[in-house]
């Protein structure tokens, strides 16, 4: 099996330099545990498997 999971660290990294925000070691630390506890979460739901010609959801416009 392919481990697809992000690197998260080099993801706020590059973040920051986008947003043009710059964090301190504490906040960039606790960024990392909660994005890696969100993407753990959403594990199970993106493993879900879906029926090909399952319909996709439509597109909300204002």
Sequence with gaps: MND???DWAAWLLHMEQ????T???????ELYIQFTRIAAMAEPL???PL??????AGVYKA
Excluded: K
Excluded at 18 to 21: A, D, E, K, S, Y
């Design 51 to 56: 029926d090909e010609r399952q319909e996709i």
């Design 23 to 29: 964090l301190n070691d504490e906040r960039r630390a």
């Design 46 to 48: 993106m493993a879900f």
């Design 18 to 21: 986008v947003m043009g925000v």
């Design 4 to 6: 697809t999971s992000p």
